[in-house]
Every structure is written in C-alpha cells, then in structure tokens.
C-alpha cells in the first residue's frame, strides 16, 4: 500500500525545525535545474531560512535538542544486543555537531557581509519586488557560467550546513522513535490526549479521497478529516477512516 505522510508539530520548536527542513529540501532541489529558472525558489527559500534562524533560538534549541541525545544514547548504549558501531558513529555525529554550533562565531553570519545577498533580500521581502527589470544585478548574475552560479549557491548553502545537518540527526530521531499503530474512527474524527508529544505523524492509503486536519498543542489534539468539494473546496468527512498514526515525543 502505498500512502501519504502528513506530519504536524504540537510545539514551537518543531514547527520551525520542519519549516527549515522544507526550505533547505526546495533550495538543495533548484540545484538540479537550471537557476535561470529556478532562482525565485532558491533565493525566496535561503532568506526564509536566513529569517528563521535570525528570529529564533535555532541554534540554542539545537543545541539542547543535540545534548538530550548524547545523554539518550549514552543510556541506550547499555541495552543488550544494540548496535554499537551506528549508535558510536551517531554519538561522535552529534558531540561534532554540539561542538561547532557553540562555536563563536557562526559561519552563517557572513551572510550579513554580502552586499549582492543584502540588496536582493531587500527586493524579494516587496510582492513582486524580484522581477529581473527591478534587479539587473541579478539579471547579470545568472548569466554568468551555469557552473560559476550553482558553485556560489553552494557556497551560500554550505553556510548554513551546520544547522542543516543538526537539524536533519535530531528530526531523525524524533521520528524513529515512535512506530505507527492502526487506528480506524467511524465518523471521520479523532482526538487524544497529546501531553508530552512534540510531533504527530500521519499515513493515510492514497486511494483515501480525504486528508487529515490537525489541531491541538502538547495537552491535547484532535484530527478531523477532509474531502475535497467542488462547491465549497472542502467538506468534512464521515465515512470510516483507516489511518496509521505515530505520537512523537
């Protein structure tokens, strides 16, 4: 069977943590194209990555997340019948990682020091600012060689490698912690109790003609699915459901 995975975070943290998961996945992506194309995407993708991590703790919360790892693999190293050479290899992973994003000062803050990045922020924060007539260094820019502009996009991306890469180690493991279980509603809703999960995650069969709304916080959530409606855009449903559901702590 093959199926949709629907993910939703019940805190803050996680909300941004898969935000910059999403924007790192299309920047990476426009690499494979042509950026004569696919420059919009890029650059709209690295400053929502460049606000996110100006506006919030990022770093910190890594940090913390990267440290409460260390001590659950340390404690998992003890279980019988583990696999010691990937847990040894992930916790020497995550001591680097801690290590460089307490550094003093962190590579992404060059981006501050790029006069060509500041001015075209600058433009694409104005709708439809980033039109290549209100930008002809841009214009100029990519029309450099193909090889010369995904090699500086690279560049600009490997600045923000460090949060990347803590990033994608600690959604790991958020995810892999908890397995999926079966559950069937006969009306097309559902609601539990949510204390102490951070992420629900969510399988639904593709043949399904529905699609789950999530609402809730830490104490308490609820899922109600939806069917698309060609009068009103969407309707809720009432048939019996079948989805897998995984509670992430």
């Not at 995810?175 to 559902?190: L, P």
């Not at 102490?196 to 999530?214: E, S």
Request: aromatic content about 10%; some cysteine; glycine content about 4%.
């Amino acid at each position: 069977m093959t199926a949709i995975l629907y993910e939703h975070p019940l805190n803050e943290r996680i909300r941004n943590y898969l935000k910059l998961e999403q924007l790192f996945f299309q920047a990476s992506d426009c690499l494979q194209y042509n950026m004569a194309t696919s420059h919009s995407i890029f650059f709209n993708a690295l400053f929502a990555m460049l606000d996110t991590v100006d506006r919030n703790d990022i770093r910190g919360d890594l940090i913390k997340d990267l440290e409460k790892l260390e001590q659950n693999l340390v404690v998992w190293s003890k279980i019988p019948d583990i696999n010691s050479a990937a847990l040894e290899d992930n916790l020497k992973k995550m001591v680097a990682l801690s290590s460089q994003l307490k550094g003093p000062s962190p590579k992404w803050l060059q981006f501050k020091d790029d006069k060509f990045l500041v001015a075209l922020k600058q433009r694409f924060a104005i709708q439809g600012g980033s039109s290549l007539f209100d930008l002809p260094q841009l214009q100029f820019w990519l029309s450099q060689p193909r090889a010369e502009v995904e090699a500086q996009c690279r560049h600009w991306l490997s600045l923000l490698a460090q949060i990347s890469t803590a990033l994608s180690l600690v959604l790991k493991f958020v995810r892999q912690r908890t397995q999926f279980k079966e559950i069937t509603t006969d009306s097309g809703f559902y609601q539990d109790n949510g204390e102490g999960l951070i992420l629900l995650r969510i399988k639904i069969a593709d043949h399904l003609p529905c699609y789950p709304i999530i609402s809730g916080n830490r104490f308490r959530y609820s899922i109600r699915f939806m069917t698309p409606c060609n009068e009103s855009g969407r309707k809720y449903s009432k048939q019996t459901t079948h989805f897998q559901l995984a509670r992430c702590k």
